[in-house]
């Protein structure tokens, strides 16, 4: 007797085979029977039809705090994700130390979440106790590192900070995170430099040793345009220094003045490849982005945090300066940038409309509306960037080392985390990589597709006993529609759900029955 038993589906295993009519028994969480023959069960679930596989990984998250503020991931589990990758882009849960703490907690207050916490370990189990509805596993965020004993000055980092930085990296490291992740145009990461990163690193052999789990080094790069190339080179070189796993988050070629690199981002990686560096690089479905709206913003505006960056865009002679650095920019490329969140309800108008759009309603012209924006708004407005171009996206979904990620946090259809118009990536990225793309398009197999978004991922960030359909491996299992499946969220409405994700479970329970979320809180925090 199992618990459930899924009969009729043809199943992928996750590691790149065709897909063979099987059944499935679940029973405590886990996988127990995989095979030809039928077994007593509480509850039946006939695939006929449908397509079973791993449940899949996205591999590149931002849910650190929405799953605090209301864990159902609905907009995840919706998509068929299992298991999300936090802690990308040099931002973590933790650790929060001196400056860093006090940049965090004011954001955290006003997102409501009252909880306090310090290190890891103290997140990870108010995460686990509150109850979330997938599994996560968190990267250190080289930004919370350097935010903690530097703050946001941009200064070297001293021998005697970077033991620090070091303390609290091993720290982490100890309490679970799977690696560190740079953040490298978002403050503080970007007043630091390669040798840095490389120093920091290199204190994971001895936890590589101690334990045998496998770490990663993430990396937003310094640049995903001007200097794609140039940072490229810088990633793999700290994967060559150090001899870690470097993976490439949301690589892109940004901006059209930048599309034709693509060809030589594409070898300088595959070249570090066949000399045995370990790269692999994550990309989302879409020729947009998102991120702050400040984040176009001069660097040297970012030093000293927060409230100097919103104090230099007040003062007339700085102000002159920044508008100046961004004077060259046409009205095209702000026809292209749309806010998509805003802080203050008077501004709530501003969402889902260009800037170029919002400059002429108020009679501005872009950049002092985007500069306008950026005070009023105190720095928290998101944005939506549509820099990317759809045949360089092809190219990059066709690599074999390209993993999918949302880039996106976990979001629901109501309650506190449905509000302003986010990128769509957070609803419809796995089925529309799916369906639009290997379905439609038939850029590569289905088995391949897979692979790529279940066991790859597993096997890059050391996801153990997930990732492939095994016996005694944790149940975390999607059955969906190939025929049906597509994604349905709009920039203008992103809170959308997509369709053919019929059955989710995750760690044997279920999470989606039938198309609809039962609100399950079945996940688990990974080490």
Same mark, same amino acid.
């Given at each position: 007797?199992?618990?459930?038993?899924?009969?009729?589906?043809?199943?992928?295993?996750?590691?790149?085979? @065709?897909?063979?009519?099987?059944?499935?028994?679940?029973?405590?969480?886990?996988?127990?029977?995989?095979?030809?023959?039928?077994?007593?069960?509480?509850? %039946?679930?006939?695939?006929?039809?449908? =397509?079973?596989?791993?449940?899949?990984?996205?591999?590149?998250?931002?849910?650190?705090?929405?799953?605090?503020?209301?864990?159902?991931?609905?907009?995840?589990?919706?998509?068929?994700?299992?298991?999300?990758?936090?802690?990308?882009?040099?931002?973590?849960?933790?650790?929060?130390?001196?400056?860093?703490?006090?940049?965090?907690?004011? *954001?955290?207050?006003?997102l409501g979440i009252t909880e306090t916490w310090q290190d890891l370990h103290e997140?990870?189990?108010?995460?686990?106790?509150?109850?979330?509805?997938?599994?996560?596993?968190?990267?250190?965020?080289?930004?919370?590192?350097?935010?903690?004993?530097?703050?946001?000055?941009?200064?070297?980092?001293?021998? =005697?900070?970077? *033991?620090?930085?070091?303390?609290?990296?091993?720290?982490?490291?100890?309490?679970?995170?799977?690696?560190?992740?740079?953040?490298?145009?978002?403050?503080?990461?970007?007043?630091?430099?390669?040798?840095?990163?490389?120093?920091?690193?290199?204190?994971?052999?001895?936890?590589?040793?101690?334990?045998?789990?496998?770490? %990663?080094?993430?990396?937003?790069m310094r640049s995903e345009g001007d200097a794609l190339l140039e940072a490229i080179?810088?990633?793999?070189? %700290?994967?060559?220094?150090?001899?870690?796993?470097?993976?490439?988050?949301?690589?892109?070629?940004?901006?059209?003045?930048?599309?034709?690199?693509?060809?030589?981002?594409?070898?300088?990686?595959?070249?570090?490849?066949?000399?045995?560096?370990?790269?692999?690089? +994550?990309?989302?479905?879409?020729?947009?982005?998102?991120?702050?709206?400040?984040?176009?913003?001069?660097?040297?505006?970012?030093?000293?945090?927060?409230?100097?960056?919103?104090?230099?865009?007040?003062?007339?002679?700085?102000?002159?300066?920044?508008?100046?650095?961004?004077?060259?920019?046409?009205?095209?490329?702000?026809?292209?940038?749309?806010?998509?969140? %805003?802080?203050?309800?008077?501004? @709530?108008?501003?969402?889902?409309?260009?800037?170029?759009?919002?400059?002429?309603?108020?009679? @501005?012209?872009?950049?002092?509306?985007?500069?306008?924006?950026?005070?009023?708004?105190?720095?928290?407005?998101?944005?939506?960037?549509?820099?990317?171009?759809? +045949?360089?996206?092809?190219?990059?979904?066709?690599?074999?080392?390209?993993?999918?990620?949302?880039?996106?946090?976990?979001?629901?259809?109501?309650?506190?985390?449905?509000?302003?118009?986010?990128?769509?990536?957070?609803?419809?990225?796995?089925?529309?990589?799916?369906?639009?793309?290997?379905?439609?398009?038939?850029?590569?197999?289905?088995?391949?597709?897979?692979?790529?978004?279940?066991?790859?991922?597993?096997?890059?960030?050391?996801?153990?006993?997930?990732?492939?359909?095994?016996?005694?491996?944790?149940?975390?299992?999607?059955?969906?529609?190939?025929?049906?499946?597509?994604?349905?969220?709009?920039?203008?409405?992103?809170?959308?759900?997509?369709?053919?994700?019929?059955?989710?479970?995750?760690?044997?329970?279920?999470?989606?029955?039938d198309g609809i979320l039962t609100g399950a809180l079945a996940g688990k925090v990974?080490?």
């Amino acid at each position: 007797m199992v618990d459930y038993l899924i009969k009729n589906g043809l199943v992928f295993n996750g590691i790149n085979a @065709k897909p063979i009519r099987q059944n499935i028994g679940i029973s405590n969480k886990r996988i127990v029977f995989i095979g030809d023959s039928e077994v007593s069960a509480n509850e %039946v679930i006939d695939a006929e039809n449908l =397509y079973v596989a791993p449940g899949f990984i996205d591999v590149h998250a931002h849910s650190e705090f929405t799953l605090l503020l209301d864990g159902r991931a609905e907009g995840k589990l919706s998509q068929g994700i299992t298991t999300e990758v936090n802690g990308n882009c040099g931002l973590s849960a933790a650790p929060l130390y001196g400056k860093a703490l006090e940049h965090r907690q004011q *954001e955290l207050q006003q997102l409501g979440i009252t909880e306090t916490w310090q290190d890891l370990h103290e997140y990870l189990n108010i995460l686990q106790n509150k109850g979330i509805a997938l599994n996560t596993i968190t990267l250190c965020g080289h930004g919370n590192l350097r935010a903690s004993v530097l703050g946001y000055a941009n200064i070297p980092c001293e021998e =005697y900070m970077l *033991e620090r930085m070091k303390r609290l990296f091993s720290e982490s490291l100890n309490q679970g995170a799977c690696g560190l992740s740079t953040g490298l145009i978002y403050p503080p990461g970007i007043f630091s430099d390669a040798k840095e990163i490389k120093a920091l690193l290199g204190i994971v052999s001895t936890f590589k040793k101690a334990n045998g789990r496998k770490f %990663v080094y993430t990396s937003h790069m310094r640049s995903e345009g001007d200097a794609l190339l140039e940072a490229i080179e810088e990633t793999i070189e %700290v994967g060559r220094a150090t001899g870690m796993h470097v993976h490439i988050s949301h690589l892109k070629t940004s901006g059209e003045e930048n599309w034709h690199k693509i060809d030589k981002a594409i070898e300088l990686i595959e070249d570090a490849r066949n000399f045995g560096i370990q790269v692999t690089c +994550d990309c989302y479905p879409y020729i947009a982005s998102s991120t702050d709206l400040d984040s176009i913003l001069p660097d040297w505006v970012f030093e000293g945090g927060l409230k100097e960056e919103i104090k230099r865009l007040r003062d007339p002679q700085k102000s002159r300066m920044i508008k100046s650095a961004l004077s060259s920019k046409p009205n095209k490329y702000w026809q292209n940038v749309y806010v998509s969140s %805003v802080f203050k309800a008077r501004n @709530k108008w501003m969402e889902g409309e260009s800037i170029f759009d919002i400059s002429v309603r108020t009679g @501005k012209n872009p950049v002092d509306t985007m500069i306008d924006i950026v005070i009023e708004e105190e720095a928290k407005t998101g944005a939506i960037f549509f820099t990317m171009n759809e +045949d360089n996206l092809r190219r990059i979904l066709r690599l074999p080392y390209v993993m999918i990620g949302s880039d996106s946090s976990a979001r629901n259809f109501s309650g506190p985390t449905c509000k302003g118009k986010p990128h769509p990536r957070g609803f419809g990225t796995f089925p529309r990589f799916l369906g639009f793309y290997v379905r439609d398009e038939n850029l590569i197999t289905l088995p391949e597709a897979i692979r790529r978004i279940t066991s790859l991922p597993a096997e890059t960030f050391g996801i153990r006993e997930r990732g492939v359909l095994k016996e005694n491996f944790f149940a975390d299992i999607v059955i969906f529609d190939y025929n049906l499946i597509k994604d349905r969220a709009s920039y203008k409405e992103p809170f959308t759900k997509s369709e053919g994700i019929k059955f989710v479970f995750v760690n044997g329970s279920l999470a989606v029955r039938d198309g609809i979320l039962t609100g399950a809180l079945a996940g688990k925090v990974l080490f």
